[in-house]
């Protein structure tokens, strides 16, 4: 005995999302439902964006939307039409957080590297908005990326050498043109 044919779900049907990701236009064709991080993840195979507790809570999900940070597990990728998406594909490769990578690696402040993307993607906002973070300010900022693995203290460390590092560099500037 056959089976009846299982009747279309309109919500399955693909929209066509377009974006510019890390600096590239790509068009994807996703079910309303699907996440922003299955999006890059799995058609775009942009697979340094993790996936943890899909809840919002663990910042492994963290990409830039327009130049902010948000959480790529809590939007589908259907709310992303027409924006902007870098991840930690784009900003490794455009070199704006070489230095936070070379501290990080410097200062053991990864092991597993799951938190790793998530973590880099929240310090560089935190220090494009902030130049000289206390390290109070920096572990609230963090307060929403968990580490199973460092206990934080490096990855701290790393965040804070690299805010006086950026520091001393544009006060050097600031002399040699005075
Ligand atoms: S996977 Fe998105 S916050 Fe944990
Ligand atoms: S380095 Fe393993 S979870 Fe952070």
Redesign the pocket.
């Known amino acids: 005995m056959s089976s009846a044919p299982t009747e279309l779900d309109e919500s399955d049907e693909a929209v066509r999302v377009r974006m510019v990701v890390n600096g590239r236009k790509v068009a994807c064709d996703v079910a309303p439902r699907v996440t922003l991080v299955d999006c890059l993840r799995g058609q775009l195979e942009l697979t340094g964006t993790h996936v943890g507790c899909e809840m919002g809570a663990c910042g492994a999900c963290l990409v830039q939307l327009d130049g902010r940070a948000v959480h790529a597990c809590l939007m589908f990728a259907v709310q992303a039409d027409g924006a902007r998406i870098d991840t930690i594909e784009g900003l490794s490769e455009s070199g704006v957080i070489a230095d936070l990578q070379a501290e990080f690696h410097r200062r053991n402040a990864?092991?597993?590297?799951?938190?790793?993307p998530g973590?880099l993607i929240n310090a560089h906002e935190l220090l494009s908005q902030v130049s000289r973070p206390s390290r109070e300010a920096i572990r609230d900022a963090l307060s929403g990326n968990?580490?199973?693995?460092?206990g934080y203290e490096a990855i701290v460390d790393a965040i804070a050498a690299v805010a006086e590092a950026r520091a001393a560099a544009a006060q050097g500037r600031g002399d040699s043109s005075r």
Not at 110 to 116: M, N, P, R, V
Not at 146 to 150: G, L, M
């Open positions: 990864l092991q597993c590297g799951f938190c790793t973590m968990f580490c199973r693995c460092t």
